[in-house]
């Protein structure tokens, strides 16, 4: 079996470093692993819209955002589709089919909806169309038949959701989906890299990112205004570092060649959370680290996002190639689920000529 990557993201804004950690840089490491036959790039419109709805100019400025993230931080289109999800028709044709292969019941209960409808304070006016993002998930999985799908771990219940949509259409139909497994990040800190004004989640809507596209001031005043311990009032008191921000960051980014450039009083991370622990380690301080940390990783997406920007139509000539390519290996997808559901009338000789005999 070929070895098939799908994944992608909404664009509803610019990508930010919690994109970058928990799966952009992921992407780059794995497309160029040569492990994989395939890596479909899916920049998310529709599902964009689906909460989106009366702001369409919103998705349609950030489709140009996002593919510009994605060439900035090394997904190269010879290796990787780059596709725009609304030009491939064929995943919502699935989708309307898994429909009829899930409750109502089942879609309340997946904990990733609810945290989002909670989120976006929906309250009863809950589009169908978010409603039912689960199954549109499977379509955009199952379409390319992919067999892995790197995310962050606050995505698991949606690839659940999909594996037994999978399983439910092979077991009535015949054996045609692949059951795909999901990729998380290796580095623990990067499941889900927290906003910078302390609160769980970082979130473009809540306006706590800092963006790959960012510029280096704007970098610098973000992660010197970080939420950190509030009871670390002085240089001198006891740190806490579980649950910091600036050092979940630092796990996230930082490794000892970067206290080798920046820090040269420590050996590593481990010995300058012992010393913010103790006390004697002044909070500004470990923001001017992070803040040096943060420009040495994101100044080379920088530079070469500045070069993409230069030739936009070329941006978009990649992104309409990409979508032929996936709208193809979408419609071989789909072609194969119509004729398990025996849906594929005009191409069954043999039910045309059985129904002609008398």
Known sequence: MERVILTGDRPTGRLHVGHYVGSLKRRV?????GAYNKIFIMIADAQALTDNADHPEKVRQNIIEVALDYLACGLDPAMSVLFVQSHISELCELSFYYMNLVTVSRLQRNPTVKSEIQMRNFGESIP?????????????????????????EDQLPMLEQTKEIVRKFNSV?????????ILLPDNKACLRL?????????????????YLSDTPEEI??????????????????????KGNPVFTYLDAFCSNEHFQHHLLEYKNLDELKEHYSRGGLGDMKVKKFLNAVLQEELEPIRIRRREFEKDIPEVYNILQKGSCIAKEAAANTLSEVKRAMKINYFEDKELIINCMRP
């Open 29 to 33: 490491e794995l497309q160029n692993s």
């Open 128 to 152: 169908v169309g978010f409603f039912t993002y689960p199954i549109s998930q499977a379509a955009d999985i199952t379409a390319f038949k992919a067999t892995t799908v790197p995310v962050g």
């Open 173 to 181: 139909y015949g054996e045609v989906l692949v059951e795909p497994e």
């Open 194 to 210: 927290p906003g910078i004004d302390g609160k769980s989640k970082m979130s473009k809507s809540l306006n706590n990112c800092i």
């Open 220 to 241: 610098k005043q973000k992660v010197m205004s970080m939420f950190t311990d509030p009871n670390h009032l002085r240089v001198d008191d006891p740190g806490t570092v």
